[in-house]
């Protein structure tokens, strides 16, 4: 979910178009229409908050992903540094400014510098595939966690990657 919150109040929507981008700076992106609202609210604010659902949040992405809903009327958040709303029970969250725009076709690019980053729970991430809701299998607690150079340099890779 990306949030962000101006003088109306909190705005959010599901998105499953994220990925991290640089470790150094530190960049992600995400892809929303041109027609969101919530976008039309984050290009305004310049802030951002990705909040990465866990496994038992699939309510909450239906709720967000619904034109209309009042997303914010029964559900528990905090204010991220900037104000950006965090979801209560997300599996982490990072709190990023915009830095650039780029245009997608009918979706937009959008390049957030993480300003903040949450705590992790230890939970499984929420995931979406093939128009379901599913989560990933777990694996042996035993099984030695991969190395790979480059993630090294990012002070809490295992926290999103
Ligand atoms: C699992 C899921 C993933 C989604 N991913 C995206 C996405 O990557 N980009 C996007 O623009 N909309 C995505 N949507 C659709 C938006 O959440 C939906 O159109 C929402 O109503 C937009 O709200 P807004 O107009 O307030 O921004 C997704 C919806 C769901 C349920």
Avoid: K
């Avoid at 101006?6 to 470790?23: I, T």
């Avoid at 700076?25 to 310049?46: E, K, M, Y």
């Amino acid at each position: 979910m990306i949030t962000t919150a101006d003088s109306d109040g909190p705005a959010g929507f599901a998105c499953q178009a994220f990925a991290p981008l640089s470790l150094d700076p530190p960049l992600v992106l995400f892809c929303p229409q041109n027609g969101s609202d919530t976008w039309r609210r984050i290009h305004a604010t310049g802030i951002f908050c990705v909040n990465i659902l866990a496994s038992d949040q699939r309510d909450v992405s239906r709720l967000f992903g619904t034109r209309g809903a009042d997303r914010f009327a029964a559900l528990d958040w905090t204010p991220a540094p900037s104000g950006a709303p965090v979801l209560a029970g997300a599996l982490t969250w990072a709190e990023c400014a915009v830095e650039a725009v780029h245009p997608g076709g009918d979706h937009v690019v959008v390049i957030g510098r993480v300003t903040t980053l949450g705590p992790c729970r230890d939970t499984a991430p929420l995931l979406f595939h093939r128009s379901r809701y599913t989560t990933v299998t777990p694996t042996s607690p035993y099984e030695p966690p991969e190395v790979v150079d480059t993630l090294l340099s990012w002070p809490r890779h295992t926290d999103w990657i």
